[in-house]
């Protein structure tokens, strides 16, 4: 059979003939380009850019914990939690400083990976002579949970002082001496609702 493109025509309309069966036409009697594939008129996608994995927290003007990227060397998930602690107790950076970042970690601090197994991180905790409290000391601790937390394969945190473990405080203060996770000081990474002064009565 001859090579051709068969163009079934579905016809209607006012003084448009609807009869006779389909016709075929060559090929070399197809307008050029007419028979040529439709380009398709959408945009390849843009490929997403991941954002960096590794993160250490630090407090900004508001007291709101923020993540700021570091690049780590290690090759072990271990070396790139022992990596990102150190970052973590060198922050903030001269660059972070200017647009106000501060941390509640005091100078000093000594943070050291202990054991890193079964999605736990023991860390070991080399505290100077005054060392954070009150609202200073969970946003320290804050900073520490949630930072280790973005190793691939941390899922929780264990704190230790001279190899044994601590009660760490929660956002409210409570202490606990159970595993400490990103869940549990969610809290900081968002600004406090206002507070409310009563209507003074006229």
Same mark, same amino acid.
């Given at each position: 059979? &001859?090579?051709?493109?068969?163009?079934?025509?579905?016809? $209607?309309?006012?003084?448009? *003939?609807?009869?006779? *069966?389909?016709?075929?036409?060559?090929?070399?009697?197809?307008?050029?380009?007419?028979?040529?594939?439709?380009?398709?008129?959408?945009?390849?996608?843009?490929? =997403?850019?991941?954002?960096?994995?590794?993160?250490?927290?630090?407090?900004?003007?508001?007291?709101?914990? @923020?993540?700021?990227?570091? =690049?780590?060397? $290690?090759?072990?998930?271990?070396?790139?939690?022992?990596? #990102?602690?150190?970052?973590?107790?060198?922050? *903030?950076?001269?660059?972070?400083?200017?647009?106000?970042?501060?941390?509640?970690?005091?100078?000093?601090?000594?943070?050291?990976?202990?054991?890193?197994?079964?999605?736990?991180? /023991?860390?070991?905790?080399? #505290?100077?002579?005054?060392? *954070?409290?009150?609202?200073? $000391?969970?946003?320290?601790?804050?900073?520490? @949970?949630?930072?280790?937390?973005?190793?691939?394969?941390?899922?929780?945190?264990?704190?230790?002082?001279?190899?044994?473990?601590?009660? &760490?405080?929660?956002?409210?203060?409570?202490?606990?001496?159970?595993? #400490?996770?990103?869940?549990?000081?969610?809290?900081?990474? /968002?600004?406090?609702?206002?507070?409310?002064?009563?209507? /003074?009565?006229?």
């Amino acid at each position: 059979m &001859a090579t051709g493109v068969a163009l079934v025509l579905v016809l $209607g309309g006012c003084g448009v *003939p609807t009869g006779g *069966p389909p016709a075929v036409v060559e090929q070399s009697d197809v307008p050029y380009g007419l028979a040529a594939p439709t380009p398709s008129s959408s945009a390849p996608p843009t490929p =997403e850019v991941a954002p960096a994995p590794y993160r250490i927290f630090l407090v900004d003007g508001a007291d709101v914990l @923020v993540a700021r990227p570091r =690049e780590l060397d $290690g090759a072990t998930p271990r070396e790139h939690l022992a990596e #990102l602690l150190a970052a973590l107790a060198d922050a *903030p950076t001269a660059g972070e400083r200017t647009e106000e970042m501060s941390t509640s970690l005091p100078p000093g601090v000594r943070l050291s990976v202990t054991d890193l197994s079964g999605g736990m991180a /023991t860390i070991e905790l080399g #505290l100077p002579a005054e060392a *954070p409290t009150g609202g200073a $000391g969970r946003r320290a601790v804050a900073q520490i @949970v949630l930072s280790a937390s973005t190793v691939p394969g941390v899922d929780a945190v264990r704190l230790t002082v001279d190899g044994e473990p601590v009660e &760490a405080p929660l956002p409210s203060g409570e202490l606990i001496s159970a595993p #400490l996770t990103a869940e549990d000081y969610a809290t900081f990474l /968002t600004p406090p609702p206002p507070s409310t002064v009563p209507a /003074t009565p006229s």
